[in-house]
């Protein structure tokens, strides 16, 4: 997916009316952030050690099949939110620190409320 371009060059959202294009780019990230497991996702990805959490870490973290959490992980990588690499037989996961500050400029939140440590 591509960059949403929100932080750097708009308003945050109470400023500036989005333009078609931005709410539709910001709305599936807000769609796929509203399911429950996939928002937990993200924070367990994003606290976990160095930033990146293995896919057998995801799996051992809900009493869903490995296929569902592999869909949810689809989803949040598709709209920008995860990136993926494998390393011999394991996927691991990192949360896109660029995606968190963007959502974090558009809502008007400081900018280090969207940095990932």
Do not use: N
């Amino acid at each position: 997916m591509e960059p949403l371009q929100i932080a750097g060059c708009s308003s945050p959202l109470a400023r500036q009316p989005l333009g078609a294009d931005q709410a539709a780019a910001l709305a599936r990230v807000f769609k796929a952030l509203g399911d429950p497991v996939r928002l937990r996702i993200v924070s367990i990805v994003a606290s976990h050690v160095d930033g990146e959490a293995c896919v057998c870490d995801l799996t051992a973290a809900f009493e869903l099949s490995q296929p569902t959490i592999s869909h949810h992980l689809k989803v949040l990588k598709d709209v920008g939110l995860l990136t993926a690499e494998r390393r011999a037989s394991w996927v691991y996961y990192r949360v896109v620190p660029e995606m968190l500050a963007e959502l974090s400029g558009l809502l008007g939140l400081p900018a280090s409320a969207g940095a990932v440590a």
